[in-house]
């Protein structure tokens, strides 16, 4: 089982539309990051967030830190088919990082 | 790009045979985790390397094996290759701190499959 919790799996939606993606935990990060990952791609990093209730802007989205540092969302805005890809979510503790089982995403022309 | 790399980038193998997969971390980065990434999941946490002693463990068997050399690259080795040892291998390399690991970067994978 999965230590992060992705929501939802997939998603699929037409280009402007808005949409949120959530990760969920029962355990306290001292940091989680959000990453981008294309197919036979390694993840690309979007943001690091530290601070419980930190939120983070790049661009069209925006990355919120639960306060309890137990969960983040990742909302974006307007959404446009080159956002199309796997995001991971994933949770530093300790020595190790465990991701989230990623939300596939598609954005239709 | 993140600097690092990761060699080779798809490879063969029947079962019960050896793999060695490598990786080159990123200038400045002294740290190097590997994950093993099924298909359509997320990366599962192997093991980590710091300063070449292992650091961390996930949940994988013995036969999983790494190495960190003065460099800090790094090696995965995997014996008696199993079926559902197919996936997407990757590592990543982050700058061990005082306080914390920072920020890890990953390389592209090699994606093995046995048959």
């Known amino acids: 089982t999965q230590l992060l919790e992705q929501s939802p799996q997939f998603l699929s939606i037409q280009e402007g539309e808005n949409l949120t993606v959530y990760c969920n935990s029962s355990?306290?990060?001292?940091?989680l990051q959000w990453y981008r990952q294309e197919p036979g791609e390694g993840p690309v990093l979007l943001v690091t967030v530290v601070t419980g209730g930190e939120v983070k802007k790049l661009k069209r989205l925006t990355f919120q830190f639960g306060d309890a540092r137990k969960d983040s969302s990742l909302h974006i805005t307007a959404a446009q088919p080159g956002d199309t890809g796997l995001y991971l979510c994933a949770g530093a503790r300790n020595n190790d990082m465990r991701f989230g089982a990623g939300t596939r995403l598609t954005v239709k022309p | 790009e993140t600097g690092v790399t990761q060699s080779p980038t798809h490879l063969i193998k029947t079962r019960g045979q050896q793999v060695t997969l490598r990786c080159s971390s990123q200038?400045?980065?002294?740290?190097v985790s590997w994950y093993q990434q099924a298909l359509g999941q997320g990366p599962q946490f192997i093991f980590q390397?710091?300063?070449?002693?292992?650091?961390g463990r996930g949940n994988f068997p013995p036969r999983f094996s790494g190495l960190q050399f003065p460099n800090y690259s790094s090696e995965l080795n995997v014996n008696a290759l199993e079926l559902d040892d197919s996936a997407l291998y990757l590592c990543?390399?982050?700058?061990?701190?005082?306080?914390?690991?920072?920020?890890?970067?990953f390389g592209p994978g090699t994606r093995l499959l046995v048959l």
């Open positions: 390397y710091y300063r070449e002693e292992e650091n």
């Open positions: 200038s400045g980065h002294n740290t």
């Open positions: 355990s306290v990060f001292s940091s």
């Open positions: 990543a390399s982050s700058l061990m701190g005082r306080v914390r690991q920072e920020t890890q970067y």
